[in-house]
């Protein structure tokens, strides 16, 4: 059982470049999340879903977009990359009542 | 939007000592969770506690959600609890977490 899964785990951007930040998931769980977290700070909430089709935006939205065709993935798209993209980047599921909020190992993004 | 503030920011402990860290929060929560950021990065859930007490190990939790806090309890520390403690809230039902500062917990043997 993998639990949430995020690649890749390291990443360099140059400004203005894009990417796309994987999640897969193998828990069944309808909610998925994305996370940043900056140095010595705790995490804020991007986007979430609540199941397949359905996103939605959370406190630092700007920059990013989502996207979730299935249940187990939830790609997160950086467009036109910005210094202040710089973080690490937390991808996370649960089920519907909070239960089991499972996070995976996070990606480091610096962008130059 | 609700406020998460944790206690203390940094906390250095012998191994074998007992403490407590606190999460206080501006408005009634549906969901409160805590969590341990390991010094590698990986995020543990360690309960899901809106209200009441819970126990795992060495580690319990106790929410009064009236008086809008809660508690983390860490006994017998050892050095492998090192890392940041977060507590985690959400005032409306679909889990959006809003997450503390953290306290940054150091263990030495």
């Known amino acids: 059982n993998a639990g949430v899964t995020q690649t890749p785990k390291f990443r360099i951007l140059k400004i203005g470049q894009s990417m796309t930040l994987q999640c897969t998931q193998d828990?069944?769980?309808?909610?998925m999340y994305w996370y940043r977290q900056d140095p010595g700070m705790g995490l804020k909430l991007i986007y979430y879903?609540?199941?397949?089709?359905?996103?939605d935006k959370g406190e630092v939205p700007n920059g990013y977009n989502v996207s979730r065709s299935t249940t187990e993935d939830f790609p997160l798209r950086l467009e036109l990359a910005a210094p202040s993209q710089t973080s690490v980047y937390f991808c996370?599921?649960?089920?519907?009542?909070?239960?089991?909020?499972?996070f995976g190992s996070g990606t480091r993004l610096t962008v130059v | 939007g609700i406020q998460v503030e944790q206690s203390p920011p940094d906390l250095i402990l012998q191994e074998g000592a007992n403490s407590t860290l606190r999460c206080n929060f501006s408005d009634s929560v549906n969901n409160l969770q805590w969590f341990h950021q390991n010094p590698w990065g990986q995020l543990i859930n360690l309960f899901y506690?809106?209200?009441g007490t819970k126990q795992n190990g060495r580690l319990s939790a106790t929410t009064v959600a009236t008086e809008r806090y809660s508690l983390l309890y860490i006994s017998s520390s050892q050095t492998t609890d090192s890392g940041v403690y977060f507590c985690?809230?959400?005032?409306?039902?679909?889990?959006?977490?809003?997450f503390g500062a953290g306290t940054i917990l150091r263990v030495k043997s």
């Open positions: 996370a599921s649960s089920d519907r009542e909070g239960y089991g909020y499972t």
């Open positions: 985690a809230v959400d005032e409306w039902y679909g889990n959006k977490l809003v």
């Open positions: 506690i809106p209200s």
């Open positions: 879903s609540v199941g397949a089709g359905i996103t």
């Open positions: 828990m069944n769980h309808n909610y």
